[in-house]
């Protein structure tokens, strides 16, 4: 258990794959964890708590408080729901309720932490990037499947010691947390990664394997316009590593994006590949393979 004197609240906005297993991890170091969703949701989780599978952290159940909206101040609130629920489901969390607290998105793209400066205290706004595969089978039932799960915790303006010690009680409760000083290149690494992958596994229904074996031209290009875009912006820049890397990961390996697509639910298509192509306009990086196929996507998916 964690020492009392060290004990945080902390919100979850949206206890899916990452919120419900970073609440449970929270609430079972000794945190008070408010979980923040719909009614349905909230009694599940008031008469079952959150029950995790984990290879990494073991099987458990952690008790949680549940709300439908924020209404105290906390020391942090972690917000785990993703882009296409993003704005109803910051209703239920009005700009004051925070108090002095930190806002955390745990959010795909580069554009969200300007939109949610503009809403709460600019200098609480502390953007996350988590690398995990969990997901939510069920309501209050979280499957980790990932033999890691690591967070870069950053903020421009956000006070070092608050970004270090919720960085301390993540890490003591299970994810390995770092703090990064540089939030643009934080953000763009993820970025740099993700887009590339998500767009093609899911422009194609295929796996990374066969993305990689059956389309590795295209792959490579739109790696290459990746990294430039990233360049432009202040980020990193390595097309070769990010090649290396989806070399080196499982071929069965699906993007989130591409299970959003296959269960018919809304893309963050324009988190991604639409956040890309702003930043490649303005930055007069050419983007050919991107454009198109984003462009191919919104045919197919006219929704996203």
Not at 144 to 158: K, M, N, R, Y
Not at 250 to 266: C, I, L
Request: aromatic letters at 4%.
């Amino acid at each position: 258990m964690a020492n009392p004197a060290n004990e945080l609240t902390v919100a979850v906005l949206g206890p899916g794959g990452v919120g419900g297993l970073l609440a449970a991890l929270l609430s079972r170091a000794g945190h008070r964890v408010i979980c923040l969703s719909g009614e349905e949701t909230a009694a599940t989780l008031r008469t079952d708590g959150i029950r995790v599978r984990s290879t990494r952290f073991g099987d458990f159940t952690a008790r949680v408080e549940t709300a439908t909206e924020l209404r105290e101040p906390v020391d942090a609130c972690l917000v785990t729901v993703k882009h296409t629920a993003l704005d109803p489901a910051l209703r239920r969390v009005p700009a004051a309720a925070p108090g002095d607290g930190l806002l955390v998105p745990f959010l795909n793209g580069v554009e969200h932490p300007a939109a949610l400066r503009a809403r709460y205290r600019p200098d609480r706004v502390a953007p996350a990037v988590v690398r995990v595969e969990s997901t939510r089978v069920a309501p209050g039932v979280i499957e980790h499947t990932s033999p890691f799960a690591e967070i870069d915790l950053t903020g421009t303006g956000v006070p070092r010691a608050r970004l270090d010690a919720l960085a301390g009680a993540l890490g003591a409760a299970g994810p390995a947390t770092r703090v990064q000083d540089d939030e643009t290149a934080t953000l763009w690494a993820k970025m740099s990664f993700l887009a590339p992958f998500a767009l093609l596994t899911t422009r194609h229904g295929l796996p990374l394997g066969d993305v990689r074996a059956r389309h590795r031209n295209e792959l490579t290009a739109l790696v290459e316009e990746t990294a430039a875009i990233s360049r432009a912006c202040g980020g990193p820049s390595d097309p070769a590593q990010a090649l290396a890397r989806y070399d080196a990961f499982p071929p069965t390996m699906k993007s989130s994006m591409q299970r959003d697509a296959e269960a018919g639910r809304p893309l963050e298509l324009d988190a991604i590949g639409g956040a890309l192509l702003r930043a490649a306009e303005r930055h007069g990086v050419p983007a050919p393979v991107t454009d198109r196929v984003v462009g191919e996507l919104r045919l197919v998916h006219p929704f996203a």
